[in-house]
């Protein structure tokens, strides 16, 4: 079975500093990875993708994740965050057969502190 | 404007009155899903749709059910809702991309539901 872990429910960082948000994940055949943003009272918001490859791929709003493949993770990343940026992320993945509903990791809540 | 489209919005009702949250999206899908949100859980899914007259159970179907009769479509009916359904659901749709790939989920605003 698929499965996604973000091991951190809440990520502080100040404003301009580097920020990460960790994800790990269980999947049979090859992954399907995706990140997405939601913020408060919105439905979420698709930032990334990774299906083949470059390992690092780059998304919206300045964001990027970096797939490796032994650690089966799929880190969010931004050289230096906004305030704006505070939100509640997700990690998701399915297996590349298509035929496996998404997966959803329990979310992490990033604060950028001014 | 491309979107998927969820009513109500917000919806406070009593145990064992049935329900149904309507989801509508205009991009032409095939895939359509409904999620809940819970703090601490994450999205968990409720049930899903490769396409019209398909559907499947996702990680916690009980007591609800769900309809595909067309493309557009989806919605979540709760026959007898009870408190534990108090929640945030999310509907979301997605085509399928090249080869067996499937592009990332477009997602409703969310309904918020309370059961008392």
């Known amino acids: 079975a698929q499965s996604v872990a973000q091991p951190e429910d809440q990520v502080n960082v100040a404003e301009g500093n580097p920020l990460t948000v960790k994800c790990t994940y269980s999947?049979?055949?090859?992954?399907?990875l995706f990140w997405y943003v939601q913020y408060p009272n919105r439905g979420l918001q698709f930032l990334l993708k990774?299906?083949?490859?470059?390992?690092l791929v780059k998304g919206s709003y300045g964001f990027e994740a970096e797939f490796n493949k032994s650690q089966t993770s799929f880190h969010l990343k931004k050289p230096s965050a906004l305030v704006s940026d505070s939100a509640l992320y997700f990690c998701?993945?399915?297996?590349?057969?298509?035929?496996?509903?998404?997966?959803f990791g329990k979310g992490t809540r990033l604060s950028v502190i001014a | 404007e491309a979107q998927v489209t969820q009513n109500p919005r917000y919806l406070i009702t009593v145990t064992g009155k049935k329900l149904t949250v309507t989801c509508s999206q205009n991009?032409?899908?095939?895939?359509m899903s409904w999620y809940r949100q819970d703090p601490g859980l994450g999205l968990r899914q409720i049930y899903y749709?490769?396409?019209?007259?398909?559907?499947d159970k996702g990680d916690v179907p009980e007591g609800y059910k769900v309809s595909r009769k067309e493309k557009r479509n989806f919605p979540l009916i709760l026959e007898s809702p009870s408190p534990n359904q108090t929640s945030l659901y999310f509907c979301?749709?997605?085509?399928?991309?090249?080869?067996?790939?499937?592009?990332?989920?477009?997602f409703g605003d969310g309904t918020r539901l309370s059961i008392l």
């Open positions: 749709s490769m396409n019209v007259e398909v559907t």
């Open positions: 990774y299906i083949t490859g470059d390992n």
């Open positions: 991009m032409n899908h095939e895939y």
């Open positions: 998701a993945v399915r297996d590349y057969s298509g035929n496996t509903p998404l997966v």
């Open positions: 999947v049979s055949g090859n992954p399907y």
């Open positions: 979301a749709s997605s085509q399928r991309g090249s080869g067996q790939g499937w592009q990332p989920q477009h």
